[in-house]
């Protein structure tokens, strides 16, 4: 006989970077487990299911969940998108939630095509709709620095798309043949007294005054000034250099892709 409880529902959050995978494990909404792989291209159905069957081992040796109900994918590498939906479905037993054109938001759009938005930029604007007071802009570090703004009246208006600090340290180490891939941290000053310190200076700090050159000229468009929280796996770092950003938020896109699922599933 049952004790009247209803078991709790799980939902594993995918999202496919360029650079990273982060995967977020949810259960009746709350974030229980988090992991982080790396991208590989060309991967195979097989290869995700077995990237989840090890972390799932992992989380069972915890005493965590060892399966889940459904799934939802954001994915900005097209040629992965269908491994992982092929790998959902085979670990739920349902074709896991998309995010795309279609896929309802919740967030009032002042945007000529949404349906151009990447799948994580889509996640971003709809946690932080949810988490935050407008007006605020989204920064979110990965492979390209993607910033969303929200106006006053909690509708988003439109963003900006850069170059990621790892993909300027990339493409400069890739052009010049007497400069390395280094360490992406603060110099000691902003004036580098040795090569190593003015690339430093160059990429971190260049990507610092890139983020709050760039929000102050988002807060003169607007005519006011907004909250702004960074996201992504350098959100803690800039944050403390940046002049703009006012709080980080980890999770926020795994939390944006459980709320859609949240929307569009019953």
Not at 2 to 31: I, K, M, P
Not at 199 to 215: C, H, R
Not at 234 to 248: E, N, W, Y
Request: net charge negative; glycine share 10%; charged share 25%.
């Amino acid at each position: 006989m049952g004790n009247g409880r209803e078991a709790a529902r799980t939902v594993l959050c995918v999202d496919v970077g360029n650079s990273d995978t982060n995967l977020g494990l949810f259960v009746d909404g709350d974030l229980a487990a988090t992991w982080s792989v790396t991208t590989t291209p060309r991967m195979t159905a097989d290869e995700a299911r077995l990237r989840m069957a090890g972390l799932f081992d992992l989380l069972a040796r915890e005493g965590g969940p060892v399966s889940c109900d459904d799934a939802v994918v954001a994915s900005v590498v097209p040629d992965l998108t269908d491994a992982w939906v092929s790998a959902l479905r085979s670990l739920t037993g349902r074709r896991p939630l998309v995010v795309g054109p279609g896929v309802k938001t919740g967030v009032k759009m002042r945007y000529n095509d949404p349906g151009e938005l990447g799948a994580d930029r889509v996640a971003d604007l709809v946690a932080a709709r949810a988490t935050y007071e407008a007006p605020f802009v989204v920064v979110d570090l990965g492979t390209t620095t993607n910033f969303e703004v929200v106006d006053r009246d909690g509708a988003f208006t439109g963003g900006i798309i850069a170059p990621g600090v790892k993909l300027s340290a990339k493409a400069l180490a890739d052009a010049a043949a007497q400069l390395a891939m280094i360490d992406l941290k603060a110099p000691a000053s902003v004036v580098g007294k040795n090569t190593r310190e003015a690339m430093q200076a160059g990429l971190v700090m260049g990507e610092v005054a890139l983020i709050d050159g760039l929000i102050d000229m988002v807060w003169r468009e607007l005519g006011y000034e907004t909250d702004v929280i960074a996201t992504g796996s350098d959100a803690v770092a800039f944050a403390a250099l940046s002049q703009r950003i006012g709080r980080t938020d980890e999770h926020l896109t795994l939390r944006g892709l459980s709320m859609l699922h949240a929307l569009n599933r019953r």
